[in-house]
């Protein structure tokens, strides 16, 4: 097996190596030309949701690749508003409270937990596992309603330059799903 990879039974683990250093927090600079990066994620979660929400949506090739998509962008955006321990973060990673110092923003309380989702997202949809083989539903609406409350959250709390530029790609803080 690779380095960080071990297999047990039917199930694909990646070990996640200890860091005994902190990541370095982005500058303001850098969060800056983040905000496209999670404007588009934020986009693009919705924009596939109203893709595999409905029944009129598409068919196919073109329904699975709207759910791998939605399932994608909600992985991270459940990385972004809900950040792992800081011994398990990656150098380079942005999170909501690196825009909104002091964020802690509160796991909505339903059926999954965000860490078995963002979990089930990595193992059976961005990797060939085992645990494909078995079947398991995706609830679109609670994934989006679990995310709508946390990215409201944050944009109430998002302070300038951020605010702005957010906007700037049709991402405010008023907007209703």
Same mark, same amino acid.
């Given at each position: 097996?690779?380095?960080?990879?071990?297999?047990?039974?039917?199930?694909?683990?990646?070990?996640?190596?200890?860091?005994?250093?902190?990541?370095?927090?982005?500058?303001?600079?850098?969060?800056?030309?983040?905000?496209?990066?999670?404007?588009?994620?934020? =986009?693009?979660?919705?924009?596939?949701?109203?893709?595999?929400?409905?029944?009129?949506?598409?068919?196919?090739?073109?329904? =699975?690749?709207?759910?791998?998509?939605?399932?994608?962008?909600?992985?991270?955006?459940?990385?972004?508003?809900?950040?792992?321990?800081?011994?398990?973060?990656?150098?380079?990673?942005?999170?909501?409270?690196?825009?909104?110092?002091?964020?802690?923003?509160?796991?909505? =309380?339903?059926?999954?937990?965000?860490?078995?989702?963002?979990?089930?997202?990595?193992?059976?949809?961005?990797?060939?596992?085992?645990?494909?083989?078995?079947?398991?539903?995706?609830?679109?609406?609670?994934?989006?309603?679990?995310?709508?409350?946390?990215?409201?959250?944050?944009?109430? =709390?998002?302070?300038?330059?951020?605010?702005?530029?957010?906007?700037?790609?049709?991402?405010?803080?008023?907007?209703?799903?």
């Amino acid at each position: 097996m690779g380095q960080g990879v071990e297999r047990r039974g039917t199930q694909c683990r990646t070990r996640v190596v200890s860091r005994s250093v902190r990541r370095t927090d982005p500058t303001e600079a850098q969060l800056l030309a983040m905000v496209e990066h999670v404007a588009y994620d934020m =986009n693009e979660l919705e924009a596939q949701y109203r893709a595999v929400a409905f029944e009129d949506g598409p068919t196919g090739s073109a329904r =699975n690749a709207a759910v791998l998509a939605f399932l994608i962008h909600a992985r991270n955006l459940v990385a972004f508003y809900w950040p792992p321990p800081s011994g398990v973060q990656r150098e380079g990673d942005v999170f909501a409270y690196d825009f909104v110092p002091g964020l802690e923003i509160e796991q909505p =309380n339903n059926d999954q937990s965000l860490s078995d989702l963002k979990k089930g997202i990595s193992t059976r949809v961005a990797h060939i596992c085992l645990l494909r083989a078995e079947k398991l539903q995706w609830a679109p609406r609670v994934i989006r309603a679990s995310l709508s409350g946390a990215r409201a959250e944050f944009l109430v =709390n998002l302070a300038e330059p951020y605010r702005t530029d957010f906007a700037k790609r049709g991402i405010t803080y008023d907007q209703s799903y």
